[in-house]
């Protein structure tokens, strides 16, 4: 089974503040995890994934994620948050055998303000 | 084309009426997925095709939907005799399973479905 959890349902941050989205994930396998974005009124985005190798995985915007394994986490930061930047964000988790299909979590609004 | 279509972008429907939602994935996709997205709830798996291989069905909520994909490129997700509870914004997907894009999702802008 595979499953991910987003704490938060939304975060606020002034702009030009470092941001952090949370995400932790239980797989029973090794993770493939990813990040994706939904601005308002359109679709969904890939912004990045881990699939192997380096614990830091940067991204697309500016936008980078660590692996922990020890905490099942995979946390998505970015040093200086855009007013742009604010829409929904889903961490999501497949493994890396059976299921081929991401499981999403419930997402987490990001609200920057000027 | 470009990028993952989807039609109607928008449907509206009567309880119990039939619904067809049509995916034409990114042309090469061998892989393709439909999820659902309530308001304000994430993404809810539903069906995944990959090439030939029977499709992973375990998302559907109940046997009044079903999904095809003809010729590995279009597909169609059915609903049949729908319920209030249907309505949402249905998303397919597709990807390539290849190269730099592996595992990487590309998304259409998805089917708002109003059952009323």
């Known amino acids: 089974a595979q499953s991910v959890a987003q704490p938060e349902d939304q975060v606020n941050v002034a702009e030009g503040n470092p941001l952090t989205v949370k995400c932790t994930y239980s797989?029973?396998?090794?993770?493939?995890l990813f990040w994706y974005v939904q601005y308002p009124n359109r679709g969904l985005q890939f912004l990045l994934k881990y699939i192997t190798g380096d614990n830091l995985v940067k991204g697309s915007y500016g936008f980078e994620a660590e692996f922990n394994k020890s905490q099942t986490s995979f946390h998505l930061k970015k040093p200086s948050a855009l007013v742009s930047d604010s829409a929904l964000y889903f961490c999501a988790v497949i493994m890396d055998t059976g299921r081929r299909a991401l499981t999403f979590g419930s997402g987490t609004r990001l609200q920057v303000q000027p | 084309g470009a990028g993952v279509s989807q039609s109607p972008s928008n449907k509206v429907t009567e309880k119990g009426k039939d619904v067809e939602l049509r995916c034409d994935p990114i042309s090469g996709h061998t892989a393709l997925y439909w999820y659902r997205q309530s308001l304000g709830q994430g993404l809810e798996f539903l069906i995944y095709f990959q090439g030939n291989s029977a499709p992973d069905k375990s998302g559907l909520p109940s046997d009044r939907f079903s999904a095809e994909r003809t010729g590995g490129s279009v597909s169609t997700l059915t609903i049949q005799r729908t319920q209030q509870e249907d309505s949402a914004v249905y998303l397919c997907?597709?990807?390539?399973?290849?190269?730099?894009?592996?595992?990487?999702?590309?998304f259409g802008s998805g089917t708002q479905l109003s059952v009323l």
């Open positions: 797989v029973s396998g090794n993770p493939y």
């Open positions: 997907a597709s990807s390539s399973r290849a190269g730099t894009d592996y595992e990487k999702l590309f």
